[in-house]
């Protein structure tokens, strides 16, 4: 039903600056609609074991094909040079690159023949090789009793012969039947862990296709048996040195691994197979004895929610994320310490005003960083079981922080609302880091606009019945809240009234952040003022506000965001007569809640919306989440689901709509966008769909916002369809 917010970390020119006004840099522009076609991308610094350089993952930009690169920065000398290239027929690039603990070579992932590979590349010169990941299938269905078609030999096969065949060919065929010895298949690696001492590597892999299997496919025997899939994610353990591969016993599917700074231990997280989260968090934890590799142990007092986790120094305790104590949406986290000695857990954040925001535990001596989001702002705090310290830095949003075994330097990635993104450098994590150079993510300079941070006040509706004609009051429905949210001003407002747009985020439960963003640049240069609000629902308010809109869906949160627009147009150069609303994902939900209720905006865009709550919920690829926003399965609050799908008030629309949708989504599937169309469409109401081939949820948004996708033009045509339709509807065409 609803996805979380979208975000992507950018980095534009060598190094960050302070704020600048429209039109403050020399020949700077705002980023045209074929300038966000060359925006790249960085992520996921990693420090050296020296502390001395730092990898990061660059992507190409969309007009070059998105593919990732690994690149090297020298903290010392503060340049940067590539470090790999992809070949031809690699449409993704290398990512996921790690140092080796002695500092003498890196490893990462790319596609570069049938397979994903783990590539080891020395630092000293040289190419990079692959390390060969062949294992033992320990499922191949092509041997199962009923395969179709039959195993090679059978004798469901040999009764097919020519019964006219002599006894010589007949005994041939039974000694075909005697069962081949199953021979090691090379398979995809899907993510690894490094153990500290570079002794072993954690592999996550997915059970390889065998040839039987293929040649089932090959003959198109490929039936698929919903939720009946044996193959999952393994872990296996792979010796460097020796490049032995050993299968480690936990269950599948395997997400996440951590190992002790001892290199004694890993701890694993399993899911479930085949979507058995979708009836209930199904995750577990599991402690792998390297000496005793055989007999993995359960913890069984970590809770199935339980997400990234890290063991402290010491290896007593291990920190990890799960589903808030408080009642707050799924995927809403806390931060737990595990004794392991007598499996106590404690909360370290419970009661945090701010949100968990999600990214891996780092341990320090006697506390662990974690990631958080406190309003419009992501930082990280220190966490003990008897003291919270927030650390400051210098920009508003910070992500990504990474540091050695040492702890003897950090790097991280900074942004701020008009203030690019940049890969900074300390010898501890906060204020007075060094910005390092790195490649120009831009083609050319650009104008940039800070964000002013807005507030007002949102209460219950005016009259006591609930919105929608709900017998059911959702959480927080009656609440008086202070809602903040983030306004950008072009530079024309000073001399004249100016159109607004007010942009709504997905989720719900997620937020924007005071970060940079090119899309709003991009809007800006059209001399359009964007509203950016986080109504009830959003994270980084506390776990209370982001399920105050719990069975409320289209009330509380609708009148959240009306009340922003009415309190920007008392107070800021705004046109009343020229606003209008946009969103994705839940976004786009709450512009079908605006289509059905007001008539006050004079045009409305929604991508990949939500707009019947109980053919969404039966379609998705997963429903957890969405129980949660109505206490329970669609058909059993009929009502509830119904008063919270915008379908329920299409008869009322009459502002023209924009549906941009992704053919292959399958977290808002299609059938949302052509239901709300068809509905529109018979109302006599102005409507257009626009539908994108080969698009899921999260990558048509990345290419319409302006980041790096391996589409060339769906992002280009979604930003000048959405750019046209507002140009007609404020009469600018």
Known sequence: MLAAALCCVYVAGAAAHAPAQAGAQTGAHFPTNEDLRHVRSMARPRLSPDGRSVLI??????????????????????????LTWSTATDKRGEYDAEWMPDGGSILFLAHRG????????????????????KIVPPVDQSKEPGAIPPPAGSSAEASTEDSTQNSTESSAATAKAEPAKTEPVECDVQSYFIAPDGRNIALIVHDPETPGEKREHDEKADAVWVDHDPHGARLYLLDPRTGKIA??????????????????????????????????????????????LAHPVELKSVPATVGAAQWSQDGKHIDFLAQSQADAPPGYDDLFDLTVSNASLLNLSAGFSGSVEGEPPIAEAGDVLESIQTGTHTSYMRFAADRRQPVQF??????????????????????????????YYAEKPGTGAKALHTPSMTPAAWTEIAPQLVSWKSGPPESESPTNGSSTSGAGKRSVFTIEGLLYLPARSAQKKVPLIVD????????????????????????????????????????????????????????DIMAGVDAVLAKYPIDPAKVALMGYSYGGEMAGFVEGQTDRFKAIVCGAPVIDQESEYGTENSSWYDRWFYNGYPWEHAVDA???SPLANAAHAKTPFLLLQGESDRTDPLGQSQEMYRALRQ???????????????????????????????????????????FKKAFGER
């Open 57 to 82: 993952q660059i992507s190409d930009s969309t007009a070059d094909g998105a593919k990732t690169h690994i690149w090297l920065v020298d903290a010392g000398e503060n340049t940067f040079r590539q």
């Open 114 to 133: 049938e397979h994903t590979q783990l590539f080891r590349l020395p630092m000293n010169g040289g190419e990079a090789h692959a390390f060969e990941v």
């Open 504 to 559: 709504v985020h997905g989720g719900p439960t997620g937020a924007f952040e005071d970060n940079w963003n090119p899309f709003t640049e991009f809007l800006l240069g059209l001399g359009w003022a964007v509203l950016r609000p986080n109504p009830r629902g959003s994270t980084g308010y506390g776990a209370a506000f982001a399920a105050a809109n719990k069975n409320d869906l289209g009330g509380g949160d609708y009148r």
């Open 394 to 423: 210098d920009t508003a949003t910070v992500a990504q922080l990474n540091t050695n075994r040492k702890q003897s330097a950090w790097v991280w990635i900074g942004s701020s609302g008009g203030r690019p993104p940049a890969l």
């Open 247 to 292: 299968a480690v016993p936990v269950p599948p599917d395997v997400r996440h691994v951590s190992w002790t700074r001892q290199s004694d231990r890993l701890l694993t997280i399993s899911e479930g197979m085949n979507d058995v989260g979708d009836l209930t968090p199904a995750a577990s934890a599991w402690v792998v004895v390297l000496s005793d």
């Open 642 to 644: 119904w008063r919270q």
């Open 683 to 725: 109302m006599g109401v102005l409507v257009d769909l626009v539908e994108y081939p080969r698009e899921d949820h999260g990558p048509l948004a990345v290419g319409v916002f302006g980041m790096p996708s391996p589409e060339p033009w769906h992002g280009f045509d979604g930003r000048q369809r959405i750019v046209e339709f």
